[in-house]
């Protein structure tokens, strides 16, 4: 069983391009969340998503920066017109079941490290 | 004040020594715990879970949840140089629960 898949593994930018970070879930698996990762701080949650719906975004940056999971394919993490202070580890996680279920474990992919020049 | 204090280390041990490692945190809504283990450039993985107060033993390693102090462990026996790693504690309250708050992470060296 594959685990969190993310790609690319490194992405470089210049400053006021686009970046697109994708990631594809555990099988089995239809919970998405974001998490960024500064260097030498902790993970800072970002985004929940389900398939076809933003559950909870209040960790995003208010502008630039958008996510979506749709129906087919992966998700992706959008970072419009980046900026020096975006360059960071993105990490995707996914999960089995929603907190109704009483399941929370969140198994993390490989991240996206992202370099703005 | 953050919702999640770890000592960011770093921690040196000799092999086979027992390592403790803790966070304490200041919301009491928190009711799941978790530790993840994170190399170099890699993502965490998940290590341990927990629900509440009390204790979980997995193999070398012991996850404790004291919910009164707000304090929570992680212990490893008999250390190896393979456990060299950061890390990571996180949690989340049943609201919300989707969304886990880490601990900056805690360096940890295991000498041969």
């Known amino acids: 069983n594959a685990g969190v898949m993310q790609n690319p593994r490194h992405l470089v930018r210049r400053r006021g391009q686009e970046a697109r970070l994708r990631c594809s879930p555990m099988?089995?698996?239809?919970?998405v969340y974001w998490y960024r990762q500064l260097p030498e701080e902790g993970l800072k949650f970002m985004v929940y998503?389900?398939?076809?719906?933003?559950?909870?975004e209040s960790g995003m940056p208010k502008e630039r920066f958008s996510a979506e999971f749709p129906k087919e394919g992966p998700s992706i993490l959008r970072i419009q017109q980046v900026v020096r202070g975006d360059s960071a580890a993105y990490f995707c996680?996914?999960?089995?079941?929603?907190?109704?279920?009483?399941?929370?474990?969140?198994?993390f992919g490989p991240g996206t490290r992202l370099t703005v020049t | 004040q953050k919702e999640v204090e770890q000592d960011p280390g770093p921690l040196s041990v000799p092999e086979g020594a027992i390592v403790s490692l803790n966070c304490t945190y200041s919301?009491?809504?928190?009711?799941?715990f978790m530790w993840y283990r994170q190399y170099s450039r890699k993502g965490p993985e998940l290590l341990m879970y927990?629900?509440?107060?009390g204790n979980k033993e997995d193999g070398r390693f012991t996850a404790q949840v004291d919910k009164s102090s707000k304090y929570i462990s992680l212990f490893i026996r008999d250390s190896q140089p393979s456990d060299s790693a950061t890390y990571l504690c996180?949690?989340?309250?049943?609201?919300?629960?989707?969304?886990?708050?880490f601990g900056q992470g805690t360096r940890l060296t295991i000498n041969p």
């Open positions: 996680a996914s999960s089995p079941q929603s907190y109704r279920d009483s399941t929370y474990e969140q198994y």
């Open positions: 099988k089995g698996h239809s919970h």
């Open positions: 998503l389900q398939k076809e719906n933003i559950i909870d």
């Open positions: 919301n009491s809504a928190f009711q799941y």
């Open positions: 927990t629900y509440s107060s």
């Open positions: 996180a949690m989340s309250a049943p609201q919300g629960a989707q969304k886990l708050v």
